[in-house]
């Protein structure tokens, strides 16, 4: 059964710290992953994409890696501000017909 | 900058009434869904589509049915509303194959009394 686990499944921080949320899948064939960013209230917005071939991929204070032999992947957030203060989604796109898995998210909570 | 617009951000519906929630997109985009969100759930697919009038079951169609008449209107429709049909609903679209990058709503919070 394909599957994507997040964790943790909150996590509290102060602002200007940096923290690491975790994605691992087990979906086959394995197309590409995406994490969201979902702030309260509003719609998830796309983060970062990443494919099969790629590791590292930054968007701003945001880094995500992904390790396709583990099946894992992570987003890296540096020097955290109150805005980052939301839930992140991943999500795991099949290689095959236009199947998409989504984790349960990780709610983000920054403090002043 | 591109749009999907939800009609209604929150509803109060009773139980038996019928629901509409529209969804408008301006992107020109092939796809659109509806999920809905619930705690402890995470994000769950509805109803696709993938062309005008076309439509496909995702993995809780039951209770729902949808219409999509223009290619960037789509409709999710609750013909009987229940009370475990309280929850958020998330329409978006998307362009090309089923793996490219979903825009959402902003979402459409539906309560029944």
């Known amino acids: 059964k394909n599957q994507v686990e997040q964790s943790p499944q909150s996590l509290i921080i102060l602002e200007g710290k940096n923290c690491t949320l975790q994605?691992?899948?087990?979906?086959?064939?394995?197309?590409?992953l995406r994490w969201y960013k979902q702030d309260t209230g509003r719609g998830p917005v796309s983060l970062t994409i990443?494919?099969?071939?790629?590791n590292t991929k930054s968007n701003g204070r945001y880094t995500a890696t992904l390790d396709a032999d583990t099946k894992q992947s992570s987003l890296h957030i540096t020097a955290s501000q109150l805005s980052d203060s939301a839930s992140y989604i991943c999500?795991?796109?099949?290689?095959?017909?236009?199947?998409?898995?989504f984790g349960g998210g990780t709610r983000l909570m920054v403090k002043p | 900058d591109v749009k999907v617009t939800q009609s209604s951000r929150y509803l109060v519906k009773r139980t038996g009434e019928k629901v509409f929630l529209e969804c408008v997109q301006d992107?020109?985009?092939?796809?659109m869904f509806w999920y809905r969100q619930d705690p402890g759930l995470g994000l769950r697919l509805i109803y696709f589509?993938?062309?005008?009038?076309?439509?496909e079951k995702g993995d809780i169609p039951e209770g729902y049915s949808v219409s999509r008449e223009k290619k960037e209107r789509f409709s999710l429709i609750l013909e009987s509303a229940s009370t475990n049909q309280t929850s958020m609903y998330l329409c978006?679209?998307?362009?090309?194959?089923?793996?490219?990058?979903?825009?959402f709503g902003e979402g459409s919070r539906l309560t029944v009394l």
């Open positions: 978006a679209s998307s362009q090309g194959a089923g793996t490219g990058e979903l825009f």
């Open positions: 994605c691992n899948y087990t979906v086959s064939p394995f197309s590409n």
């Open positions: 990443m494919t099969f071939s790629e």
């Open positions: 999500v795991v796109s099949l290689n095959a017909g236009n199947m998409l898995t």
């Open positions: 992107m020109d985009h092939e796809n």
């Open positions: 589509s993938y062309d005008v009038k076309m439509k």
